[in-house]
């Protein structure tokens, strides 16, 4: 079974039992960002995470197995995403991009923002204008070093 | 004169005059991050601000005509940014893109969060273990709505 | 089962039984191309029209879970369709894009037509040269606000 | 001089001149969204209209030449728009696509409506909620004949 | 049963049975050319010339059905064909493009060659240095029309 | 100067001159099909022919020199045109590439038609429902020979 | 069963009997490289030939019904080859291809070689510094001619 | 000065003085096939060899500098070459690669033919059924080796 | 069987039995990148070796056959790798690629380094800044040679 | 001045005066590779560094500008290269690509070798058989860590 095709059984399960993000998130003890990064196959599970989440979405072992092991990362379908959700951070980067990029050098000098030693977090911020989608990169700083 | 010459144009006045991007947003009252997309070409400055980029710059109206003329927007040399700087936040995408989409519809339902009535920052936390670099992105969700 | 065999399932049962658009469109009470474009996997039918569905279309529960679970949007096979009814649609934009641009800054200023606060319509109309195809898209505008 | 070099002195023109589209339209009696497009280089301009123009925007016969002359059309920088007015009409085909065809084969049966036999519209409808932008694309439909 | 499916199917059959395109064309009273791109999947068949089809080639009725069913055009495997055969009329597009482009113009003004209202054939011409292909295009002439 | 500068300094002293590709034609005995095709740069032009050329429409030696070179051949912009009077000849490849083939190789076997032993013809059939565009495409059939 | 399978099925039988391209040449009389390309798909098999291919290989007759059909051709998986002894082939034509196409026309006249009317010939040439690979691309010029 | 703009320098100053692609290998004292890469910028030339071919071709000492300087090779203008000279080798590798591929294996095992060590010729073969090009690719097998 | 699926039973095989690459490289006396490369399907493994990895990995001989098998290299799923760990590579390669060619060739002249006589390792070197990844790639340099 | 100009003025200048990498790497106290690397654009040089440089080069000070300039980062002319050279590092990751992923994780875990704490080394390694290039890519192991 492909990693793929666990982040799919996981996400049948999720549909079919009613569970969340968020509840599959505090079962594993782990932010919600990770889980589901992780369960969509974009990191390795470690063992005892992968037992308690096949345990609660009543999965077999070969979706353990495929949750454990170690992805070949990559989830957009192709270069430039069509999906209108994920587009737009797109178009953050075609927008925002170059000025992401001076910003980060005159604040820190030639480097690039880690996206290994990385977190992210996103989170409703109610408005009355209509409440926000805030999400949060925050990466170390790496500096170009010989 | 095109927005991308006018943007190269601030580049070069501001590494020879020694400005920076913080004292160009204070000059005309608005974020850096706003402040380094427009004057790069992805926003049109409004007129009293453009004069007073190109005084503060010392650049002439031909750049304050190009920075204040609409956009034809997109920043990114091909579909996919080479600069490694640029790159790590693509990678982002790749890796946590459908996660992410995961979270704003499990919040919020169907939708998207806008890339128009959006604005964002990038900041340096202090961290022992190396500083950090913290890019919030802020956008209105936006549902789908027939 | 996937949200694109959900779709195509949908067309062999309305082809079998001789059902048409309009009548599913009725049944669930909603305007007819929300229906289409639901259908055909590009929005997220509610739990109740999709039992509606099934059951006038003779499908199972199946297909009904598919179309209720939150689609990855896209339909175009590649960036460049290449089937001639859609295509046309891709050359208005080839030839019309930039003018479309120009009218809603105009009118409107720095901004975009939403593609999510959006509906759409394709009704015929009678010319005795040879009558027309009249598609309205219909958004809210969203100007540029930080 | 090319087309596109003419476009660019029209909106440079424009600019300086605080002239309007809807100016330029009056001026020379036909619709707004028409007289954009071909000015941008995407019609040929008939002598007469052609005059009128470069005689408002104090432009010389170069450009005159440049409008009058037959066009290869295609206004799009790459396959897939990068700026976000524009790639909102791309994404509408993306996710109503197929919609649009159904809807066009359910009523009209197997064809295409022309871009040629072809004329649209953009316009502001108030809206308490926020303005919206309508465009109406109005195509003679043209079945497959043999 | 897809399209495409019953297009295999449909080559599969004429070659077990030894049946001609001629012979089919003659069977549903079409063009060789028509016929050919309609069992190929690229038209939609009628009911009465796929009932005839299936019988004469010994296939069943989910190739009908197939047959029948509304196609999604555009028959190349990718944007610039391998088959040599087929490439020789994309060379003929890239040399002589250009100057067909100039000559419709010259004769019928700012417009296209229809390929909806349009009809295609393929001859042998005797020719003492060899016999010759002749692919004959004819599709009505379609003004720029606002 | 290059075979492109060449062919639209054609172009441009032809608008000028008010001179049509017919009479150019005409001027040095060649088909229209094959001077249009030879002046925007896909074929080298004989000297004989070329200096007819420069002195019917004005232009100077350096004009001659790029006409008379040997082309590296190819029109189109991108490997999908987007100019819709060439692109419906590239629908039409899309539609019946695979018919056509068929054909051939039912009538010839084997093999091609040759681009190369290969002529064009553009002309006009006056239909009482609308003129046609016949575009005859005449190359020598090439079997397959080892 | 595709021509692509029919290839397969040709090369596992191969290697399971221990069976070499020149054995399989020599047993239905064509030059080796005409008899890999036709049996890896490239070209249709004659029904005798493909009679003593599926005895000699101990297949059975859908092998050589694909064996017999008629090819679309095409065998590269991109556009750029990524197998290395496929690519150096590539590179020789990034590195040649103009070079070749002058002395082409220097000795020809415009035309091209053709790769219809074509043979080829792989062989070894033992040379004291390392064996050496000749390839021999051996094809009928064809001038251009109207 | 590029190389490239000294090969289209070597190329006119040849057009001009009627010095043909022979003539100036001889006087170099280097195969015509190397010649003609080199001197359109796919290898250094010596500076002895750079010097006699700016006298021959009465060019200057840019000229010179541009073809004595290493190479950044690379002649197509993009991943699949238009020209239909320079195509048939393309195609040739499209319908015989695998079958080079399948040749050289069996002949000489797992390896390549080298790309750098390596010579071709281009010469004409006469036959009464019309001459034929030869081009012979002749290149050190390079078996893989750890 | 595929040399992709072999790679992927070896994969699986592995992570059930805890069997380590350095393990398996030892089990058939190669180095450890090697074996890697070939148990991914980069490279033929001889018959000897593949017996012992079946053996050991407790496959059967459809693996093996499949492991001995000449592969059609090229190993990334697209151009440009996703996966951060690879793609490090081909950024390495974008900022580094035109340095590592002029260091190259001040040392060695014009020519290349093999990929084919051709060996990698990769180790751990300790750091107390953080552990080290060295990637040592060493291939023979091939002059250009004609 | 660009900085890939800068570069390319440099390249001049080394040619013309007969100075190597190694010396102008000397003199600004830099590893070779660096050097190379940030003078031809990559790597932004420190002003000190930047003055020898120029003075060293003969250049002026606009050269000196743009070589302190912050990079946007990325070499290769398309996402596949094809020099030659440069391509042979591109072949090794499509074949030793995943290979190298695998050792990577076996002795480190999940996470990548950075491509920004990271140096890199060319150098020839004698060998009877034909001498070497050597490159060594050592880059800090950065875990994944949230």
Chains 1, 2, 3, 4, 5, 6, 7, 8, 9, 10 share one sequence.
Request: overall charge negative.
């Amino acid at each position: 079974m492909t990693k793929k095709a666990a982040g799919e059984a996981v996400l049948a399960a999720k549909q079919r039992l009613g569970i969340g993000w968020a509840q599959l998130a505090e079962a594993i003890g782990r932010p919600p960002a990770w889980t589901v990064a992780a369960l969509l196959g974009q990191h390795p599970v470690p063992e005892a995470e992968a037992r308690i989440v096949v345990r609660v979405l009543e999965l077999d072992d070969d979706v353990r197995w495929a949750l454990q092991a170690q992805p070949t990362r990559g989830a957009l379908e192709s270069p430039v995403p069509t999906d209108p959700t994920i587009y737009r951070f797109y178009e953050v980067l075609q927008v925002y991009g170059p000025a992401i990029k001076e910003l980060i050098h005159e604040e820190f000098g030639d480097g690039i923002m880690s996206a290994i030693n990385f977190r992210l977090d996103v989170r409703r911020e109610a408005d009355p204008a209509g409440d926000r989608v805030v999400v949060t990169l925050d990466g170390k700083f790496l500096p170009y070093q010989w």
